[in-house]
């Protein structure tokens, strides 16, 4: 459920948007709604599991993520859309910890490996399927159904929870709950997302916006200082004193951080500029993820041979010149122009995730003695999480910012009258959505639709180059900093995290 509504929806938006009358800010939302507590508190997540019992978290996040689906489909406009979709997130920041857990209590170490290869298998299939299926509901009118398919899903699962799965046992010794490092992480992420979007629409001369970013960034900083200071962090901080951890973690971040902003805004270009089909666009994801799944087990296997440098230094600037060639196509002639203007990038992007999300994983598991392999899978989780909420609140505002400017740049050779272009800039809020004013002359709409759309491909430009450097930062990174075996053992039980 969590990894096709992610995936689905990114497909759905623009439809959804058309409908509700959505600005690029809200479209922001209605994705950081969800990713913001479900990165902060999916760490709070396998806690709770570990204090109360995994199937008892596991069940509740259930119906938490279930519930608030069946809100976001029947949502009569999008503030209560987003308001649903944090609902979504805090259910499952409760639901995927729980579940990969309970293979580990419930499998014995001989079938625990196929158990988890089979769980891994269906979230790459879900993450597969997700755009499809969004493009499929979405060309039929019924992006509302992106959630409601959660429904059945639901039943079916709390079905066989309830009916087949003991209930595991809570621990002996008493489980401290982080509340408030908890606590502060969520505020801390939900300001700094909130206050970079509020630039995009206003400037940094908006009281609300200094105020609310810095209010986000003392609150990470409480977070430190709590991690510091309790018994049972959230976030151990001393894990990180291993150097391996620390660069990959940063490397996940960079990443992901590209990909993520990238993939968002894919989307409402193919949709909305190119005119694909929502069916198609979703199609156009697939060549993608089979990369992944087809050279994922190469990568692993370059790993236990050489180490984690060479496949992410290749897989990473792979995917930066893949980016870079996302970057070129214009205004194209549809979807027959495909296999020309997107589909070179798309595979290189592809082979780079293919040969980077293995090694990178592994890297962050193998960097922990193997007392804290629970604690590193948690943070390896974390990060991507995290990555998909720093792409939206950095590289969101950035591309309004741009699509701002390069409007304004394109309507002023036009000559428009003073009321078209006031109603224009009241419009352009809706990025590639935005409509030619009414009072327009046919020649002068088709002019206007013209330099919206060219306005939108500069900032989906510039999405797609800051991705390829953030990329290549990436495999730079790794070529000076990790070690060339780091990852080949993990450390005995007893043994200090490495610092190499």
């Known amino acids: 459920m969590a990894f096709i509504d992610g995936t689905a929806l990114s497909i759905a938006l623009p439809a959804m948007q058309a409908e509700m009358n959505a600005t690029g800010a809200d479209l922001l939302w209605v994705a950081n709604g969800f990713s913001v507590p479900l990165a902060a508190l999916l760490l709070l997540g396998g806690g709770l599991g570990d204090a109360f019992g995994r199937k008892r978290i596991l069940v509740a996040g259930i119906v938490i993520f279930t519930a608030a689906s069946l809100a976001c489909g029947l949502a009569p406009g999008v ?18 910890p729980g579940a990969l857990a309970m293979i580990s209590n419930f499998f ?6 196929r158990a988890i290869g089979t769980w891994s298998a269906f979230t790459v299939l879900a993450t597969a399927v997700g755009p499809v299926l969004g493009g499929l509901l979405a060309g039929a009118d019924l992006w509302r159904w992106v959630f409601f398919i959660n429904l059945p899903l639901a039943a079916i699962t709390l079905a066989v929870l309830l009916l087949k799965i003991p209930t595991d046992r809570t621990p002996r010794h008493r489980v401290r709950v982080d509340w408030w490092g908890a606590l502060c ?14 630039w995009s629409q206003a400037s940094l001369e908006d009281r609300a916006v200094p105020v609310t970013l810095l209010a986000g960034a003392l609150a990470l900083i409480v ?16 894990i990180f004193q291993s150097r391996t951890l620390t660069v990959a973690s940063l490397l996940s971040l960079l990443f992901y951080v590209a990909l993520h902003g990238f993939l968002f805004f894919l989307p409402l270009n193919l949709i909305q500029v190119q005119h694909y089909d929502p069916a198609l666009a979703g199609l156009t994801q697939l060549p993608l ?95 991507s999480r995290f990555a998909a909420v720093l792409a939206i609140a ?82 730079l990174l790794a070529v000076c900093l990790l070690g060339g075996r780091a990852v080949a053992k993990l450390p005995p039980e007893n043994a200090p995290a490495s610092p190499s």
């Open 79 to 96: 503030h209560a859309l987003i308001a649903a979709r944090v609902a979504q997130g805090i259910g499952g920041a409760l639901m995927i």
């Open 108 to 113: 014995d170490p001989a079938q625990r490996g």
């Open 185 to 198: 992480v969520s505020a801390g992420l939900a300001g700094l997302t909130h206050g970079l979007i509020q």
């Open 223 to 238: 977070f430190v200082v709590i991690q510091r200071t309790v018994r049972q962090p959230l976030l151990p901080l001393d």
């Open 289 to 383: 993820m089979v990369l992944v799944i087809v050279l994922s087990r190469f990568a692993g296997n370059l790993v236990d041979r050489h180490g984690p440098r060479l496949p992410l230094t290749i897989g990473l600037a792979l995917a930066g010149v893949g980016f870079w060639l996302l970057a070129t196509p214009g205004v194209t002639a549809g979807a027959r122009d495909f296999a020309e203007a997107f589909l070179p990038g798309l595979l290189l992007v592809g082979a780079g995730l293919g040969l980077s999300a293995a090694p990178l994983s592994t890297t962050v598991i193998g960097a922990v003695p193997a007392k804290h392999v629970g604690l590193a899978s948690g943070i390896n989780s974390t990060l």
């Open 394 to 475: 950095i590289l969101g505002p950035v591309a309004i910012v741009a699509f701002d400017r390069s409007l304004e740049a394109q309507i002023a050779r036009l000559g428009l009258p003073a009321e078209a272009l006031m109603r224009l800039k009241q419009e352009s809020v809706k990025l590639s959505e935005a409509r030619p004013p009414a009072n327009l002359s046919p020649e002068a709409s088709i002019e206007v639709k013209k330099a919206i759309d060219l306005a939108f491909v500069d900032a989906f430009r510039l999405i797609a180059r800051l991705a390829a450097a953030l990329s290549w930062v990436g495999a």
